[in-house]
């Protein structure tokens, strides 16, 4: 069996962060400002008081919170993908540059 070698794209790890950045930006600044109390999509509808109201208006509550929470996740998720893309990226640096002294110190 041959013996591979997995290598790291500095390059690839700084593209794939800045796309994974961007999507972070629009779910921070664009998204969850919307949902806040208050604001366009913070505000609930007004269900008035004819049968199946309070139905609608627990129906909406409960969309409302698990979007939410799903938003919230998936900001934690974005923020955990750069931190390792970050982290990955020092430990090739680290590692490049401990191959280049045991290089230099071989010569």
Do not use: C
Request: charge should be negative; avoid cysteine.
């Amino acid at each position: 069996m041959a013996s591979t070698s997995k290598q790291v794209d500095p390059e690839a790890l700084r593209a794939y962060r800045t796309k994974v950045q961007a999507q972070l930006d629009i779910v921070e600044n664009e998204i969850i400002p919307k949902l806040r109390n208050g604001e366009v999509l913070g505000k609930m509808p007004a269900f008035g008081a004819m049968a199946g109201s309070d139905a609608a208006r627990g129906s909406y509550e409960t969309f409302h919170t698990t979007t939410w929470e799903n938003l919230q996740a998936l900001r934690e998720s974005l923020h955990g993908i750069i931190d390792t893309l970050e982290e990955s990226g020092n430990l090739h640096e680290e590692t490049d540059q401990q191959s280049a002294a045991d290089y230099e110190g071989a010569l």
